[in-house]
């Protein structure tokens, strides 16, 4: 079965720290796609970065940051020097390759950027 | 603004009532999804179309919720008879064709429903 866990619901630091938020996933497939997504409080997923099974390289993106781990089966986020605009809750996502065609949402951890 | 259009963006229902939703995809994208999202959630994946055909129905997607995508282009969700479980935000998706490697989806800004 394919799964995405966030176990972190709620996290807050101080504007300027650097926060990771987790991601572990679940799949039988050797391919597979992982996706990060913010939704800022209007509503709306703004799709951040995608990632292929096949290509464990990581990335970086300003102050964002990936890192992905198949042994693991993580896939991670970094803000660094935190911003209040980065205050949301952020999903990461997955979608495997040879079945449905349906992206698996994790619940979602809700950062809180403090001024 | 060539980006995934919902309409209405709030809908306030009673009980029993029926609603229609309504998404405009990206131009040229033939992949379309439909989630759920209530509070505290991550969204939940409803239905799925490639072109006009619904490919998957999640069993979310009980006998009163029917979705249509009669031209492969815009996309229609009805929830029959709606009830106070069904009070959520309803989003829209879609996605351009796989060309041997797989894509994100694109969010509309979602549907709020309340059944009151």
């Known amino acids: 079965a394919q799964k995405v866990t966030q176990a972190q619901t709620e996290i807050s630091v101080v504007e300027k720290e650097d926060v990771t938020l987790d991601c572990v996933y679940e799949t039988r497939d050797t391919t597979y796609y992982l996706f990060w997504y913010k939704q800022p409080p209007s509503g709306e997923l703004v799709f951040l970065i995608r990632r292929n099974s096949f290509d464990e390289q990581n990335e970086i993106s300003g102050r964002y940051s990936w890192n992905f781990q198949k042994s693991t089966s993580s896939f991670n986020f970094t803000i660094t020097a935190s911003q209040v605009v980065d205050s949301a809750v952020y999903f990461c996502?997955?979608?495997?390759?040879?079945?449905?065609?349906?992206?698996?949402f994790g619940k979602g951890t809700r950062l809180h950027i403090l001024p | 603004d060539t980006g995934v259009s919902q309409d209405p963006r709030h809908k306030i229902t009673k009980r029993g009532q029926n609603v229609t939703f309504r998404c405009d995809p990206i131009?040229?994208?033939?992949?379309l999804y439909w989630y759920r999202q209530t509070l505290g959630q991550g969204p939940e994946f409803l239905t799925y179309f490639q072109n006009e055909a619904q490919l998957e129905k999640s069993r979310l997607l009980s006998d009163r919720f029917s979705a249509e995508r009669p031209k492969g282009s815009f996309s229609t969700l009805e929830i029959q008879r709606t009830e106070q479980g069904d009070s959520a935000m309803y989003l829209c998706?879609?996605?351009?064709?796989?060309?041997?490697?797989?894509?994100?989806?694109?969010f509309g800004q979602g549907t709020r429903l309340t059944v009151v």
């Open positions: 996502a997955l979608r495997q390759e040879n079945r449905d065609d349906k992206i698996i």
């Open positions: 998706a879609s996605s351009p064709p796989n060309r041997g490697m797989n894509t994100e989806a694109f």
């Open positions: 131009s040229e994208h033939n992949r």
